[in-house]
């Protein structure tokens, strides 16, 4: 089974840091895509960042472009996000999932998902 835990949301003050981090316990998390995606309020859920199995590839909404960093470690069963230089707008829940395979297709909905966790940047 797939099941991401999302950890290290919090509130933060605009121009400031948060750290990301999802764990999985099952035993196909390094052979996954894993994403992240937000949903501010009022808004629909949008795609934040992905990064294929080997950690090589990585994709990212042109919102936060320059400012997060998605990055993984395999024998953690971990992927990361590293958000900085934060602002107002990116206050939303934020969801950690699993794509089935290894490789990333916009488009492409992932499988499994995260409960989510709250990133508020005030101003």
């Known amino acids: 089974q797939v099941h991401p835990v999302e950890s290290g949301g919090g509130m933060v003050q605009a121009g400031g840091s948060l750290r990301l981090s999802c764990s999985d316990s099952?035993?196909?998390?390094?052979?996954?895509?894993m994403g992240w995606f937000r949903r501010a309020p009022g808004k629909e859920r949008e795609f934040v960042s992905a990064v294929t199995w080997t950690g090589i590839n990585t994709f990212y909404a042109d919102s936060v472009k320059g400012r997060f960093t998605i990055s993984r470690d395999n024998a953690k069963n971990t992927v990361y996000l590293q958000m900085n230089s934060l602002k107002p707008e990116d206050t939303a829940i934020y969801y950690c999932?699993?794509?089935?395979?290894?490789?990333?297709?916009?488009?492409?909905?992932?499988?499994?998902w995260g409960q989510g966790t709250w990133v508020t940047v005030s101003s």
């Open positions: 099952g035993s196909t998390f390094d052979s996954r895509t």
């Open positions: 999932a699993a794509y089935d395979g290894g490789y990333y297709y916009s488009g492409v909905l992932p499988a499994f």
